[in-house]
């Protein structure tokens, strides 16, 4: 399983970091549209194994916001968007209410799945267009990774006290601590490296925060696949699960790092 994880990272990992340095927007547009469709059908898959027509609806509902970002950026039209996935929800469950033992449940299920994983991912595309929208989002998959990597082989090494045991028993406060000082360690590389337009004393603070962020949508996903019975969600990729799986802290991370840079306008105290 470890060799699985290791040999796919290498893998990916240098294909997603090509293709972000010389890729350009389409590439990115489209690396983010396969990676919320996947994440999607995954979501959908688990939520509602036995009706492949609510699985189909949730995912072409979740794309919607992503589209609107990726053609038709706005706050208006990301505004619409929801709403749109907010009356069809309504809609679909008002017609097909009496093939469901508990309908509110299963809407309130079916429209998380659409607004996390498609506002969220929508968001994810916004950053790419800001001022050194590019380098930001290498700088996220790169605190994101970190806290991953750090969280995982600290906690392997050094957990003894479990972090959320009734929502993820492999997790310890050793390993998101490790995964945190990770973070540090990264921004300070990517500060060499790539980030010198940045200030080093607020990119730390960031980084933490991104990582800190990646962990709370770690247990998100963990949440998930408690309540569906499943510990992974999916098997697209050895070693790590499935699609949602490598990338739920880049879920919640992500949207994070949009949101500080845009009420920064400017980027002050970070650019």
């Known amino acids: ?16 970091l090509i293709g972000l340095l010389w890729g350009g ?7 983010v549209f396969v990676v919320a469709f996947f994440c999607l059908y995954e979501y959908f898959s688990m939520t509602f194994q036995n009706s492949p027509l609510l699985q189909s609806l949730g995912v072409l509902l979740g794309l919607i916001p992503l589209f609107m970002a990726m053609f038709k950026p706005g706050d208006h039209n990301i505004v619409f968007a929801l709403f749109l996935i907010c009356v069809s929800s309504i809609i679909i469950f008002l017609m097909t209410y009496p093939r469901h033992k508990n309908p509110f449940s299963k809407m309130a299920i079916f429209l998380f799945g659409c607004l996390y994983i498609g506002l969220f991912a929508s968001l994810i595309v916004l950053i790419h267009p800001m001022p050194y929208g590019r380098l930001w989002i290498i700088f996220l998959f790169v605190i994101v990774a970190a806290a991953d ?9 050094m957990g003894r006290h479990k972090l959320c045991p009734n929502i993820s028993r492999g997790k310890t406060v050793e ?31 960031l980084a933490v ?15 998930i696949k408690r309540a569906c019975g499943r510990k992974d969600s999916g098997r697209l990729l050895p070693g790590h699960g499935g699609v949602f799986d490598r990338v739920d802290g880049l879920l919640m991370a992500g949207p994070c790092l949009f949101w500080i840079l845009h009420f920064l306008g400017d980027y002050r105290g970070i650019g």
């Open 149 to 157: 990597t750090g969280a995982y082989y600290i906690g392997s090494a």
């Open 209 to 223: 925060l991104l990582g800190v962020a990646s962990q709370i949508g770690d247990l998100t996903e963990s949440v």
């Open 25 to 31: 927007t389409v590439f990115f547009n489209v690396l």
């Open 175 to 205: 390993g998101a601590v490790g995964g945190l000082i990770a973070c540090v360690l990264m921004a300070v590389f990517s500060w060499m490296v790539f980030m010198d337009f940045s200030d080093l004393r607020a990119l730390v603070p």
């Open 1 to 16: 399983m470890h060799k699985q994880r290791v040999l796919t990272a290498l893998v990916i990992i240098p294909l997603v």
